[in-house]
């Protein structure tokens, strides 16, 4: 039988913790080469990686992540875990009131998801920023965050099912990542993949949710998250590396889709 863990317990160090609007939230640190055993937790949880990088493995399948990777594993759920480097995550757990307050919707959240990119990654920070700075309005700002959250993850789970993106939508969006530092523009990208402009935005919002535009920023926040949580550049090289145009517009950005400046961001990251 593999091991339950109670609310609120994790397999790594626990930072710090919380216990609010029928939430628990915990930043676990991990460290290198740790294999965590097969186990499943009481209660379903979101878990965003901060640093480092690992694999989960459940019945679904094995995947390798790393930081602004969020996973979700639904209440009873078995996995296990291996950290290939040192890093941390941040655990959203959804008590009873939590999972009431989400009525019929919770039966949406019955099987688990990994997200590597999208507005569920970004509401997951938001989530995180007011663990980080939490005061008299936190519990209200996280209550509604995480509904959102839950809200983006069952979105996400919906369009896998029901629609498949065509095979140029997909080489598009790898297009915009593996070209992230340009700025492309419209008229460039529809000519790359033989389309109308305004048939090109229309077939990308229904497949994701957003324009080109809000995609590429998204990803570019993604990036230099991923860049902060490595922690070897300077801000100003992040900036230029993940497209913005100087290290003024990386801040206002990133704080705007995170709550959280980048300096902020990577100070939380520090380990103890």
Known sequence: MNPRLPPGSVLGHKRRS??????????????????????????????????GSGSDTTTRGTFSGGPATLIYHPAGETHANRWYEAGSCFMIELGLAARDRLGDYAERLSSGSVI???????????????????????PLALEGLVLELSAAVCRSALIRQRQTAPDWLR??????????????????????????????????????????????????????????????????????????????????????????????????????
């Not at 590597?116 to 309005?137: N, R």
């Open 116 to 138: 590597f990119s999208g507005p569920a990654v970004q509401l997951a920070l938001q989530a995180y920023s007011e663990f980080c700075h939490f005061d008299g309005v936190s």
């Open 171 to 272: 080489g598009l969006q790898q297009v915009l990542r593996d070209r992230l530092d340009e700025n492309l523009s419209l008229l460039e990208l529809a000519a790359s993949v033989g389309l109308h402009p305004g048939h090109l935005v229309r077939v990308f919002r229904q497949h994701c949710r957003c324009t080109p535009g809000q995609y590429v920023r998204r990803l570019r926040v993604e990036e230099a998250c991923r860049e902060l949580a490595r922690g070897k550049r300077s801000l100003a090289e992040i900036a230029l590396t993940t497209g913005f145009s100087d290290q003024s517009h990386l801040s206002t950005t990133f704080k705007r889709h995170t709550g959280l400046t980048p300096a902020q961001f990577r100070k939380s990251l520090q380990m103890r």
């Open 18 to 51: 919380r216990q609010v609007a029928g939430l628990i939230l915990t930043e676990a640190c991990y460290a290198a080469g740790v294999e965590l055993a097969p186990h499943y937790h009481e209660n379903a949880f979101f878990a965003l990686m901060l640093r």
